[in-house]
């Protein structure tokens, strides 16, 4: 009918993963040759000088270790994983008696393919050293763990990143 408009449908075509982008929300990554040893007591469990280092909006800068780089016997998977809709599904590591101490985005979205499947560790979880000084993170800058954002399962989330 001329002059009708058409009533806006409630569901899209695509489904918006987690919540829609803010295009504020910046993530760069960089490469780097400075040292980074992540210890657990007397226990090196990486030592590299090609870490990755991802700067990402509001948050410390986060260090990535590429597996070949890390001791992996430390490193025991557990079942939680958390969701951010800029990287995708984390998936996280015990090391010793610390608990989440490590994680890595196996499956790491196509915009931040470069940490995929690297290693990054929690400083507040693990002794992290970077050109021989510890770090520690400000107040505020911890990330908390909310889980699978929106109701989403770990399948919905890997299969829209098959996509």
Same mark, same amino acid.
């Given at each position: ?39 657990? *007591? ?9 870490? $990755? %280092?991802? =700067? +990402? ?49 196996? *499956? ?9 499947? $690297? %290693?990054? =560790? +929690? ?41």
């Amino acid at each position: 009918m001329p002059g009708a408009r058409s009533t806006p449908s409630t569901k899209e075509d695509e489904r918006i993963v987690g919540h829609a982008a803010d295009f504020y929300h910046r993530i760069d990554i960089r490469s780097t040759s400075r040292r980074l040893i992540v210890r657990d *007591g007397d226990q090196v469990v990486a030592d590299t000088q090609q870490p $990755l %280092v991802l =700067f +990402e909006s509001g948050f410390a800068p986060r260090w990535y270790v590429r597996r070949e780089d890390i001791t992996e016997s430390f490193l025991r998977p557990v079942e939680a994983q958390t969701f951010c809709p800029y990287k995708g599904l984390a998936s996280y590591y015990d090391i010793g008696e610390r608990k989440h101490a490590a994680w890595s985005y196996v *499956g790491a979205w196509p915009e931040v393919s470069r940490v995929r499947n $690297l %290693v990054s =560790f +929690e400083p507040e979880k693990i002794d992290v050293y970077l050109d021989g000084s510890q770090l520690h993170l400000e107040p505020g800058q911890t990330v908390i763990a909310h889980g699978v954002d929106r109701g989403l399962d770990p399948d919905e989330i890997l299969s829209h990143a098959a996509v």
